[in-house]
């Protein structure tokens, strides 16, 4: 069974940067596209970004230009480079794993919280303002 540990979160400023990392260890996890999800608090989980197995990625409109997701399936590691912070961004990030074994994931598929089958723990990002 896989397991996933996102690292990297903390305090930031407004405009600063944060990398976030996601370790999977047990099953690998190369054949998968994986993606990255935040919540907030009093807000619902929502999709930051996606990666599939072939290196497409795929952002939520607030991220795009800003954050950058990347994979290394050699060391089992997918990424999330986040710039440009806004006190918007402050959330729980999490990172996830898809069920289907794909090529190609598309954003609709990436961005469905149902595709996926193994979650991280989650790392606190916190951006003051």
């Known amino acids: 069974q896989v397991q996933l540990v996102e690292s990297g979160g903390g305090l930031v400023e407004t405009g600063g940067s944060l990398r976030l990392s996601c370790a999977a260890s047990?099953?690998?996890?190369?054949?998968?596209?994986m993606g990255w999800f935040r919540q907030a608090p009093g807000k619902e989980r929502e999709f930051v970004a996606g990666i599939s197995r072939s290196g497409e990625t795929y952002y939520a409109d607030s991220v795009k230009g800003r954050f950058t997701i990347s994979r290394d399936n050699a060391k089992n590691t997918v990424s999330l480079q986040m710039n440009s912070l806004k006190a918007d961004d402050t959330a729980v990030y999490y990172c996830?794993?898809?069920?289907?074994?794909?090529?190609?994931?598309?954003?609709?598929?990436?961005?469905?919280?149902?595709?996926?089958?193994?979650w991280g723990q989650g790392t606190q990002v916190t951006v003051s303002s």
């Open positions: 047990g099953r690998a996890f190369s054949d998968r596209a």
């Open positions: 996830a794993k898809t069920r289907r074994v794909a090529f190609f994931a598309s954003y609709s598929y990436l961005s469905s919280q149902t595709s996926y089958e193994a």
